[in-house]
């Protein structure tokens, strides 16, 4: 455990902004003040000119995923490099069972998969994709072992999706154990009937995948889980929201009462469905769900985010390479869904929102780091710099200039899909618990480091 002693910063959080120094002790913040003095065995870094955030948190990643008969490309080493490169020092990833598969034991592979790996800290949200009496049991037991997330497919029905009484059993179930639902919200029937006709017709490409899945379909599902949730009194959360349909479904249910919470995505805020619509089926690496929308919607995610009505920004890091997408090269539906975000979902969202004022440092820190500590049971040990947080800290030069580029990053996967972005700033120090794991934008820690974060219902 290193102690590091940060001075002159302009310390930002969530609500306040001030220059002072930072004494980082036992992987603890353990002294804010102005002109500290070091002792002998602490290393002290000069963060004059530079903002000190707090580490960023990244509420949606799949960095283990068995999905469309392959896997994705990162594994927790990889993957967890490429966040805390890109400042992200907790990832909360989703533990997905199959169907047919028990609870525990995919809390087992998955911790497998993590354990000893893992360079930042780490935790998951519980996937519900069947409900019956034992994976009752089973999910009363993970939530006592500090996982009081779960997480329900709206889509993919006859995979991971649920059913209406499945859905209504988990939120149910949430509600008595004070834990909190995510949700993928597509109405899955829909979903099946356009995919149907449009590969009848013989749309296969992948410019039809948004075609499929369009936002009609995503404001049905948010609708349908704002109305169970209001039903059960549990508290839900929209995953990867792409659209203004859908967030004013999510809007319309907060001024009726229903307690929920809505996250989108850095692709969704820049990117639109022409990249999906590129020839020589480049537009495979774009295919993800929810879709890229028309860039119309980009606006009122923006303003969302601006006004507090979308909460968190999520990376949803599903890395597929471009030989992984060509398994749908004759038919669109069975392109593996995602597009690798997550080491470039923060320096992208502060280029492209508070560098062109769409958003306050403030804000930038809530949504990418204490917005998802508070709702997820991680806050103050994590999303803050406070007296006896853990010392995940952020040194950013914002007067760095670059361009995003797939010959640079970290995430193991053959493209980047903000090629040739540019992007002001870089992560020039990354902690964890106080361990320097990044210096200039590299890596430069020690592998395997990584915690799991044992959390608590919130209760609400």
Known sequence: MSNLLIKNGDIVTASARYTADILCKDGKIAAIAKDLDAPADVEVYDASGKYVFPGFIDPHT?????????????????????????????????????????????????????????????????AVTRFDEEVETQLREIVSMGIPSFKVFLAYKGALGVDDGELYQTMKLAKEL???????????????????????AG?????????????????????????????????????HLSCERALKEAVEAKLRGVNVYVESLIQHLLLDHT?????????????????????????????????????????????????????GKDDFTLI???????????RMFYTHGVETGRINL????????????????????????????????????????D????????????YNPFEDFPVHGRCDLVTVRGNVQVRQGEFVGEKGIGKFLKRQPTHF
């Open 403 to 414: 361009k995003i580029s797939a010959a640079t990053h970290h995430m193991n996967i053959d």
């Open 203 to 239: 749309n296969t490409g992948p410019q039809w995948h948004e075609p499929s899945r369009p936002v009609e379909v995503e404001a049905e599902g948010t609708r349908h889980l704002c109305s169970m949730s209001e039903l059960t009194g549990a508290h839900c959360y929209v995953v």
């Open 336 to 346: 593996p869904n995602g597009i690798p975000s997550l080491e470039d979902r923060v």
């Open 62 to 126: 799949h960095v283990y995923l068995p999905f469309m008969g392959t896997y994705a490309k990162d594994d927790y080493e990889t993957a967890t490099v490429a966040a805390l490169c890109g400042g992200t020092t907790t990832l909360i990833d989703f533990c997905i069972p199959g169907r047919d598969e028990e609870p525990l034991s995919a809390i087992e592979t998955w911790r497998n998969q993590a354990e000893g790996k893992a360079a930042s800290d780490y935790t998951w949200h519980m």
């Open 178 to 200: 004070g834990v909190i639902v995510t949700a993928h919200c597509e109405n899955a029937d829909m979903v099946a009937e356009l995919q149907k006709d449009l590969i009848a």
């Open 362 to 401: 403030h804000r930038f820190v809530y949504a990418a780091s204490t917005a998802a500590a508070k709702i997820f049971g991680l806050f103050p040990n994590k999303g803050t710099i406070q007296l006896g947080s853990d010392a995940d800290l952020v040194v950013y030069d914002p007067n760095h200039r």
């Open 275 to 327: 990249y999906a619509e590129r020839p020589d089926f480049e537009g495979a690496n774009f295919v993800m769900s929810p879709p890229l929308r028309e860039k119309s919607n980009q606006r009122a995610l923006w303003d969302g985010f601006r006004h507090g009505l979308v909460t968190t920004l999520g990376s949803d890091h599903a890395p597929f390479d471009t030989e992984q997408k060509r398994m």
